[in-house]
């Protein structure tokens, strides 16, 4: 990794630079700027320091949806990362069938967030969905709007349709990209089909694998539409993810300042853990290497 | 042997992925009566007449045009700048390199909800609420980043003596990256594409914020069927498969160049 030192590169960078800092540094100050005041009006503000924040961190419901929010995007991240490798694995290298496949995997990933959520509600009605009806006809009692456990395995298993093909399509990519020459290397040494997965696949696939980590794990943490749609967080409060219970403080009791405070809370944590996850794989890669 | 098993593997993922999509396709052909009148595995009385309302409805196929200009533009700017920087940062080392490359990730992180009202508020100082070009540009803070990343990936996987051979060679930098770099990572300006056009494509929140009724995308739209009398079903259900159409068409089109991936030695 011994990249060429060169301060110009700066110039290739500036164009991105620019077009990313004007919708995120004012947009970013103002709730900065919220999460220290009382608002009462555009022109009545008063300073609080940091109450909203002691406010937010001592409230038991967000911690309870924190917990539950953690809880949601592990299991999204242990289920929808060795799957979509799985299936990357399993795609044709060539012919007619990648296309079909391609095309296939990317529907549930075009469909608009609310929508998903709104389809989901009848293809699980135990009286009129294809989901519902089916898992009915096992002779399972099956209904997400009265159990908590039924509406966590709802939401899970409509995570994992909606979001797997996005790990398996990254893979795919990651995995054509590695060269013949590699695997004509490893047909000579008579590896096996799991040390070549061991040692070439995987080692090759670090970057697509790192980014489709951070992706599922930010995008998990603040899954809104769906989960919101399908279930309202309920039964009870039992699907209240961290930004159902954001919108919650946010827009039905209209409190500016402790929404605001929240918000900042929610980026770090995020931050804080995308942050780990990338180290992580940044260093399990180099000592692979060996 | 082994090669037959994944094959039904593969099968039977991809039967159970198409499935919620076949009920929206079922849903979409069938009145809302029926929809609601009882369970059925098929269309028994297929109509289109939801289909034929979202295209004589100009309310209706006005937000797929509506749709397709901003994630088209957005797609467009995302792929421009975030390539010659993807470059940057998979070669060179300069002042803050390793900073600024996570700082763009951060920009993904922020929960949208409460950044909503500064949005509004900073694109109607400039006069841009309810344009194209407004929605394309505030799709930009989630999309170059990630545009920037995955390119970056791909760009370092290309082996750094091609760069070296073809400077020898002669090639200015312009010339070098459009004609020798830029094939040489197809799969990932592909696979970029389609997710800079899928992820603008369904994020409803901050278009709708900064959409009033010219360029009001068609996700929001959809939102006006839930009226004082319930639910069209049929008729969301057959404007949720039209919304899968533009995207597959554009993976249609970037598969080759997803399928075909690394062709070392071309230089």
């Known amino acids: ?290 | 042997m082994r090669l037959k098993k994944s094959a039904v593997g593969l099968i039977v993922y991809l039967v159970l992925l198409m499935l919620p999509i076949y009920w929206m396709l079922n849903m979409s052909l069938t009145t809302n009566a029926d929809i609601l009148g009882g369970f059925s595995l098929y269309p028994k009385d297929p109509t289109f007449d939801n289909y034929i309302k979202i295209f004589t409805d100009e309310s209706w196929y006005s937000g797929y045009i509506n749709s397709i200009i901003y994630v088209s533009i957005n797609t467009a700017i995302s792929l421009t700048v975030a390539l010659p920087a993807a470059y940057a940062f998979s070669r060179y080392s300069f002042l803050g390199d390793k900073h600024m490359f996570f700082w763009l990730l951060t920009n993904r992180m922020a929960p949208p909800a409460v950044f909503l009202l500064p949005f509004f508020q900073l694109y109607s100082t400039f006069g841009l609420i309810d344009t194209h070009i407004a929605v394309a540009l505030a799709h930009c803070l989630f999309n170059v980043p990630l545009a920037v990343w995955i390119l970056e990936g791909f760009m370092s996987g290309v082996p750094r003596e091609i760069d070296e051979t073809a400077y020898i060679d002669g090639y200015s930098f312009p010339r070098f990256f459009l004609t020798v770099f830029m094939p040489l990572i197809r799969a990932g300006i592909g696979v970029t594409a389609f997710f800079c056009f899928m992820f603008s494509w369904v994020e409803l929140l901050l278009a709708r914020t900064l959409t009033t009724t010219v360029a009001k995308p068609i996700a929001a739209t959809m939102t006006r069927t839930v009226s004082a009398t319930g639910l069209d079903w049929g008729l969301l259900a057959a404007a949720g498969i039209l919304t899968i159409v533009p995207g597959a068409l554009v993976i249609w089109f970037v598969r080759n160049y997803m399928a075909k991936g690394f062709a070392l030695g071309r230089v």
């Open chain 1, 1 to 290: 990794m011994n990249k060429t030192e060169n301060n110009k590169a700066w110039f290739l960078v500036l164009p991105v630079f620019v077009i990313v800092a004007f919708s995120a540094i004012i947009p970013l100050m103002t709730i900065v700027n919220y999460s220290v005041q009382d608002i009462f009006g555009p022109d009545q503000r008063v300073f609080v320091g940091t109450e909203w924040f002691r406010d937010v961190l001592g409230d038991e419901r967000l911690q309870e949806a924190l917990w539950r929010q953690f809880l949601f995007s592990g299991l999204v991240l242990l289920i929808e990362i060795p799957l979509g490798v799985l299936v990357a694995l399993m795609m044709p290298k060539r012919g007619w069938t990648v296309s079909v496949v391609l095309v296939v995997l990317a529907l549930p990933l075009l469909i608009p967030w609310n929508v998903i959520g709104t389809i989901w509600i009848i293809f699980t009605r135990p009286d009129i969905g294809l989901l519902g009806v089916a898992i009915n006809g096992l002779g399972v009692e099956f209904d997400h709007t009265a159990s908590p456990l039924d509406a966590w395995i709802t939401v899970i298993l409509m995570e994992v349709w909606h979001w797997t093909p996005l790990v398996a399509l990254l893979a795919y990519a990651g995995l054509r990209a590695i060269p013949d020459a590699y695997f004509q290397a490893a047909r000579i040494d008579g590896a096996s089909a799991w040390a070549t997965f061991r040692y070439i696949q995987l080692p090759k696939m670090r970057g697509v694998l790192t980014i489709a980590v951070l992706l599922r794990f930010m995008d998990s943490f603040l899954i809104y539409a769906e989960p919101f749609v399908l279930t309202g967080g309920g039964p009870g409060n039992s699907t209240t993810f961290l930004s159902i219970y954001l919108v919650k403080v946010a827009v039905g009791q209209f409190d500016l300042g402790p929404a605001a405070a929240f918000s900042i809370i929610y980026f770090l944590i995020i931050l804080l853990f995308s942050w780990l996850f990338y180290q992580a794989l940044q260093n399990v890669g180099t000592g692979e290497k060996q």
